[in-house]
């Protein structure tokens, strides 16, 4: 709809031209008019002073001032209608006469300080005109000693002085007569303007209220009257327009009572069929349910007497057998042993479908993970003829933080899978730096095979739960179509994607990727690198792929490598060589022999990189030749001990447990430990009476209050979760005492979850370690503060951590990733390389595990009102106990159950996790036998 009605428009349109041109028509006139009066007055004026002029010249050259009076006295009294005066000035601008009394005649003269023009002027004011005129000497010689003017010099000048009260009001007179003739054609307009607005304006608004009214539903409505010309037509279609939509309207009114019928059943139906469909859902909710209660309770409820099948098979296989016996129990264990996997996998599958599987986040140092699956793989690898190789990006960091012991799990379902479906060529793993921003790194993983390869359509059903890629009766490779399925949920949760590419019989590439952070973790095993700068190393691989990854790593330790791929005529001599042995060689003992021996003629130092099936040849040659043997594939740390070791001779194949450390010199410190647990308590106390002077234990935080009244300390190691008074409590409370005011007090406990450090220091806090506690951090953070106390320099980070240490301090050290139920040697490493005190944990764990058990029974038969406070205080208490026992599968379950039940789930919710705590317990128990009899 336009602003302006058509009835607004014909008077704009009518009036405005009329307006326009009479205005400028009358501007025009009228202005034309008023310059004519003006030029009209000043001519008559000049008509009146020129003859003045001329006739007062005989006069002011005679001095006669009577005639020149006369002479003006006339002609002003024949034009006094307009002149108001006229005078006579001499040479020196002074009055010579005039014809009327003049207020001012200083406004007819010139200028007295310029000569007398001899020209005429006029100067028009409001409402007077001034006009003057030389008086000119014709002829005349007078001398100018006189003061008389010389010939043709003006003698003076006549001023007239005009009255122009009637010439304005004859313009005013013209310009109003304008304005009336411009206001008479507005009018004469406005007559035809209205005259068509009766015409064609008003039909025309008739018949809009007539379209709205049609618009509105009225549809037998019709425009009556007269019309002429083409609103006649209009009108005429107006109505013809009419009669057509009540014609359409009564049709379509039927259409709709008709399809309002038809919609009406099919709402019906549709609201049965959504009714079927809730009830449909919720059957399919419930199945799903069901299904998932039930696969976690048949897991655990399988794991339980398989466990006592694996662990009575394990106890026989120690006693007196035939070798038949031998051979039966040995196959009924690995097959046990693929059983408790397949149910594993039904566990996590569980798990990951109801949403309860939660994710570690502990530093952890990332090559050795992957090494540590690259070697279980190796044998099944290795007793296929496949060479398996591990290329690492160097600029990932060495220690990141993450789930290490599911990273290891994705892995060991894809290399597992590879190997499954290759039956020669190479399996390759390469780990590669995506991407790097300042909250995470992206890391993308690749694993290449050279077997059999899965076709598109395989492909589809690769990521399908109970699904296989050849899934017939004549297949030749088993397992329940579980772990594609678990790797993918994993590689999800941890923020990456996962996928392939495949062609049939030209092998196959899985990749993934996952987002970590990156760790300022200490590397426990340092070795001198420096040593093998510019050094030369002689490298004979035949596999171009292992020769690769070995040059890759190779190249980190600053080595001049040079390679071939069988042994040649070399004259060089190398401080190194490194021979790799290709797999299935066990039985060339002769010709490895003649090898090894042309390796040390060739080079100083000669180390065999032997396959893993090949211990028994691997034995025999660092008897025989003293030069130290590693398997297939090389792991970093040990390629770096084997090239740097100044007594070959004295490494084995297998890497034996680290040496004990040396004693350390004591700090002159005292410190105070507070913990609830004993067995904590007196692993710390072991640690800090090698480190510090003084030791004082507690066991409460009242009693380390009390402690804390009567003397001073150093440094507080606080537990924070105790019963009576927790850990946070304790310290304000120590803060508020004038002898340790000013104490360091640290955070010891094993809550490791995401956040909890920052909630710590927040709540006075001075720092912060997590159980097991690692000598080496332990030993740091005393120097540390024990440097603060003194003001020795040492620099805090802006986390309020050790420099350099601050995201390591923050989360639990690297868990023991062994699938040992009890792994001696990290308990050894957990209590310092002390065989007694391991003993004496492992001992006051078993001791506390009766404690634990008819909590855990209790909650798990009456989970909607068991007590979480009670089951909480346990599981913690119990996962501090498993920190330094070296039982890394119990302390995974209860680090799993506590994190949930701090996290608002229910006992419903961590069922299956007590299902697998209680069986974790009785292997925990039955295995310590063995090494508490010892």
């Given at each position: 709809?336009?602003?302006?009605?058509?009835?607004?428009?014909?008077?704009?349109?009518?009036?405005?031209?009329?307006?326009?041109?009479?205005?400028?028509?009358?501007?025009?006139?009228?202005?034309?008019?008023?310059h004519?009066?003006?030029?009209?007055?000043?001519?008559?004026?000049?008509?009146?002073i020129?003859?003045?002029?001329?006739?007062?010249?005989?006069?002011?050259?005679?001095?006669?001032?009577?005639?020149?009076?006369?002479?003006?006295?006339y002609?002003?009294?024949?034009?006094?209608?307009?002149?108001?005066?006229?005078?006579?000035?001499?040479?020196?601008?002074?009055?010579?006469?005039?014809?009327?009394?003049?207020?001012?005649?200083?406004?007819?003269?010139?200028?007295?300080?310029?000569?007398?023009?001899?020209?005429?002027?006029?100067?028009?004011h409001?409402?007077?005109?001034?006009?003057?005129?030389?008086?000119l000497?014709e002829?005349?010689?007078?001398?100018?000693l006189?003061?008389?003017?010389?010939?043709?010099?003006a003698?003076?000048?006549?001023?007239?002085?005009?009255?122009?009260?009637?010439?304005?009001l004859?313009?005013?007179?013209?310009?109003f007569?304008?304005?009336l003739?411009?206001?008479?054609?507005?009018?004469?307009?406005?007559?035809?303007?209205?005259?068509?607005l009766?015409?064609?304006?008003?039909?025309?608004?008739?018949?809009?209220?007539?379209?709205?009214?049609?618009?509105?539903?009225?549809?037998?409505v019709r425009?009556?009257?007269?019309?002429h010309g083409?609103?006649?037509a209009?009108?005429?279609?107006?109505?013809?327009?009419?009669?057509?939509?009540?014609?359409?309207?009564?049709?379509?009114?039927?259409?709709i009572?008709?399809?309002?019928?038809?919609?009406?059943?099919?709402?019906?139906q549709?609201?049965?069929?959504?009714?079927?469909?809730?009830?449909?859902k919720?059957?399919a909710?419930?199945?799903?349910?069901?299904k998932?209660?039930?696969?976690?309770?048949?897991?655990?409820?399988?794991?339980?007497?398989?466990?006592?099948?694996?662990?009575?098979?394990?106890?026989?296989?120690?006693?007196?057998?035939?070798?038949?016996?031998?051979?039966?129990?040995?196959?009924?264990?690995?097959?046990?042993?693929?059983?408790?996997?397949?149910?594993?996998?039904?566990?996590?599958?569980?798990?990951?479908?109801?949403?309860?599987?939660?994710?570690?986040?502990?530093?952890?140092?990332?090559?050795?993970?992957?090494?540590?699956?690259?070697?279980?793989?190796a044998?099944?690898?290795h007793?296929?003829?496949?060479?398996?190789?591990?290329?690492?990006?160097?600029k990932?960091?060495?220690?990141?933080?993450?789930?290490?012991?599911?990273i290891?799990?994705?892995?060991?379902?894809?290399?597992?899978?590879?190997?499954?479906?290759?039956?020669?060529?190479?399996?390759?793993?390469s780990?590669?730096?995506?991407?790097?921003?300042?909250?995470?790194?992206?890391?993308?993983f690749?694993?290449?095979?050279?077997?059999?390869?899965?076709?598109e359509?395989?492909?589809?059903?690769?990521?399908?739960?109970?699904?296989?890629?050849?899934a017939?009766?004549?297949?030749?490779?088993?397992?329940?179509?579980?772990?594609?399925?678990?790797?993918?949920k994993?590689?999800?949760?941890?923020?990456?994607?996962?996928?392939?590419?495949?062609?049939?019989h030209?092998g196959?590439?899985?990749?993934?990727?996952?987002?970590?952070?990156?760790?300022?973790?200490?590397?426990?095993?340092?070795?001198?690198?420096?040593?093998?700068?510019?050094?030369?190393?002689?490298?004979?691989?035949?596999n171009?792929?292992?020769a690769?990854?070995?040059?890759?790593?190779?190249?980190?330790?600053?080595?001049?490598?040079?390679?071939?791929?069988?042994?040649?005529?070399i004259e060089q001599?190398?401080?190194?060589?490194?021979?790799?042995?290709?797999?299935?060689?066990?039985?060339?003992?002769d010709?490895?022999?003649?090898?090894?021996?042309w390796?040390?003629?060739?080079?100083?130092?000669?180390i065999?990189?032997?396959?893993s099936?090949?211990?028994?040849?691997?034995?025999?040659l660092?008897?025989?030749?003293?030069?130290?043997c590693?398997t297939?594939?090389?792991?970093?740390?040990?390629?770096?001990?084997?090239?740097?070791?100044?007594?070959p001779e004295?490494?084995?194949?297998?890497i034996?447990p680290?040496?004990?450390?040396?004693?350390?010199?004591?700090?002159?410190l005292?410190?105070?430990?507070?913990?609830?647990?004993?067995?904590?308590?007196?692993?710390?106390?072991?640690?800090?009476?090698?480190r510090?002077?003084?030791?004082?234990?507690?066991?409460?935080?009242?009693?380390?209050?009390?402690?804390?009244t009567?003397?001073?300390?150093?440094?507080?190691?606080?537990?924070?979760?105790?019963?009576q008074?927790?850990?946070?409590?304790?310290?304000?409370?120590?803060?508020?005492?004038?002898?340790?005011?000013?104490?360091?007090?640290?955070?010891?406990?094993?809550?490791?979850?995401s956040?909890?450090?920052n909630?710590?220091?927040?709540?006075?806090?001075?720092?912060?370690?997590?159980?097991p506690?690692?000598?080496?951090r332990?030993?740091?953070?005393?120097?540390?503060?024990?440097s603060?106390?003194?003001?020795?320099?040492?620099?805090?980070?802006?986390?309020?951590?050790?420099?350099?240490?601050?995201k390591?301090?923050?989360?639990?050290?690297?868990?023991?990733?062994?699938?040992?139920i009890?792994?001696?040697?990290?308990?050894?490493?957990?209590?310092a390389?002390?065989?007694?005190?391991?003993k004496?944990?492992?001992?006051?764990?078993?001791?506390?595990?009766?404690?634990?058990?008819?909590?855990i029974?209790?909650?798990?038969?009456?989970?909607?009102?068991?007590d979480i406070?009670?089951?909480l205080?346990?599981?913690?208490?119990?996962?501090?106990?498993?920190?330094?026992?070296?039982?890394?599968?119990?302390?995974?379950?209860?680090?799993?159950?506590?994190?949930?039940?701090?996290?608002?789930?229910?006992?419903?919710?961590?069922?299956?996790?007590?299902?697998?705590?209680?069986?974790e317990?009785?292997?925990?128990?039955?295995s310590?036998?063995?090494?508490?009899?010892?």
């Open positions: 709809m336009t602003r302006y009605g058509l009835r607004a428009r014909v008077i704009t349109l009518t009036l405005a031209p009329t307006l326009i041109i009479g205005l400028l028509l009358s501007a025009f006139f009228s202005f034309s008019r008023y004519d009066l003006e030029k009209q007055v000043i001519n008559e004026g000049l008509s009146i020129e003859p003045l002029a001329i006739a007062s010249a005989e006069g002011l050259k005679t001095q006669n001032r009577e005639s020149v009076r006369r002479l003006i006295s002609a002003h009294r024949k034009n006094s209608k307009f002149v108001r005066s006229i005078a006579v000035f001499d040479y020196n601008h002074d009055l010579f006469v005039t014809s009327n009394f003049h207020p001012n005649f200083q406004e007819l003269t010139f200028p007295k300080d310029k000569p007398i023009p001899l020209t005429g002027s006029s100067e028009l409001d409402n007077t005109l001034i006009l003057r005129a030389p008086i000497a002829g005349g010689y007078i001398s100018n006189t003061g008389q003017a010389g010939p043709n010099q003698l003076g000048y006549i001023a007239v002085e005009l009255d122009l009260s009637s010439l304005r004859q313009q005013y007179q013209e310009i007569f304008a304005f003739v411009l206001l008479a054609g507005l009018g004469l307009s406005s007559i035809f303007a209205f005259r068509l009766q015409d064609v304006t008003r039909p025309i608004t008739h018949m809009k209220n007539m379209v709205d009214r049609i618009r509105r539903g009225h549809l037998d425009i009556e009257g007269k019309l083409e609103l006649d209009l009108k005429n279609g107006i109505n013809a327009m009419a009669v057509s939509l009540s014609e359409y309207h009564i049709e379509m009114q039927h259409s009572d008709q399809a309002t019928s038809d919609l009406r059943e099919t709402l019906e549709l609201e049965i069929q959504n009714v079927e469909l809730d009830i449909a919720k059957r909710q419930e199945a799903a349910r069901v998932s209660e039930f696969l976690a309770n048949m897991s655990h409820e399988l794991r339980t007497p398989l466990n006592g099948v694996i662990g009575f098979t394990r106890q026989m296989l120690k006693t007196n057998l035939t070798n038949s016996q031998t051979d039966y129990l040995i196959t009924i264990e690995k097959s046990a042993n693929n059983l408790l996997a397949i149910i594993n996998d039904i566990l996590d599958f569980s798990k990951l479908e109801a949403g309860k599987l939660a994710l570690e986040n502990i530093p952890f140092e990332f090559q050795d993970s992957l090494e540590e699956v690259v070697s279980l793989q044998t099944s690898a007793e296929k003829g496949l060479e398996l190789t591990l290329k690492v990006d160097p990932i960091p060495p220690g990141l933080v993450g789930d290490p012991l599911r290891q799990q994705i892995m060991t379902n894809l290399v597992g899978n590879a190997i499954k479906f290759t039956e020669h060529g190479n399996v390759d793993i780990v590669e730096m995506r991407s790097q921003k300042e909250e995470y790194i992206e890391l993308q690749m694993i290449r095979d050279t077997g059999i390869g899965i076709s359509r395989q492909q589809a059903q690769l990521f399908q739960a109970f699904s296989q890629a050849d017939s009766i004549s297949r030749r490779y088993g397992g329940t179509g579980l772990g594609l399925v678990i790797t993918q994993l590689v999800a949760q941890m923020g990456g994607e996962i996928s392939l590419t495949s062609r049939l030209q196959s590439t899985f990749w993934f990727t996952v987002r970590m952070l990156p760790s300022d973790m200490p590397i426990t095993d340092l070795y001198p690198i420096e040593t093998l700068e510019q050094k030369t190393l002689l490298l004979i691989e035949p171009a792929q292992a690769l990854a070995t040059r890759m790593l190779l190249d980190q330790f600053q080595l001049n490598v040079a390679h071939t791929s069988t042994i040649t005529q001599h190398f401080d190194y060589l490194l021979l790799c042995l290709p797999p299935n060689t066990e039985h060339q003992v010709s490895i022999e003649q090898q090894v021996e390796a040390q003629s060739v080079a100083s130092n000669v065999i990189s032997t396959p099936t090949t211990l028994a040849l691997a034995d025999h660092v008897q025989k030749y003293h030069i130290p590693i297939k594939p090389l792991a970093k740390k040990k390629l770096l001990q084997a090239l740097i070791s100044e007594e004295k490494i084995e194949p297998v034996s680290p040496a004990a450390p040396e004693k350390l010199e004591k700090l002159p005292s410190v105070m430990a507070v913990d609830d647990n004993k067995a904590n308590l007196k692993l710390i106390e072991a640690l800090l009476e090698e510090v002077d003084l030791v004082v234990v507690c066991t409460s935080g009242p009693e380390a209050i009390k402690h804390a009567e003397r001073q300390f150093d440094v507080i190691l606080m537990d924070i979760q105790m019963p008074m927790d850990g946070v409590t304790a310290c304000k409370h120590i803060k508020k005492t004038k002898l340790n005011a000013d104490t360091p007090v640290i955070a010891v406990t094993a809550h490791a979850m956040g909890e450090r909630r710590l220091l927040d709540a006075g806090m001075d720092d912060y370690l997590t159980k506690i690692e000598e080496q332990l030993q740091k953070t005393l120097k540390y503060w024990s603060h106390s003194s003001s020795t320099g040492t620099s805090l980070d802006d986390s309020g951590s050790i420099e350099g240490d601050s390591a301090s923050t989360t639990d050290v690297k868990p023991s990733q062994s699938n040992q009890i792994d001696w040697q990290l308990a050894l490493k957990q209590s390389f002390k065989e007694d005190l391991a004496d944990m492992l001992q006051m764990l078993i001791a506390y595990l009766p404690e634990v058990v008819p909590v029974d209790k909650a798990i038969a009456d989970s909607d009102q068991a406070e009670n089951l205080h346990y599981i913690h208490k119990l996962h501090g106990s498993c920190a330094y026992s070296g039982v890394p599968r119990l302390k995974s379950v209860c680090a799993t159950i506590e994190q949930a039940l701090r996290s608002g789930s229910s006992i419903a919710d961590v069922e299956p996790e007590l299902f697998e705590l209680q069986d317990i009785e292997k925990v128990t039955e310590s036998v063995e090494y508490l009899s010892t």
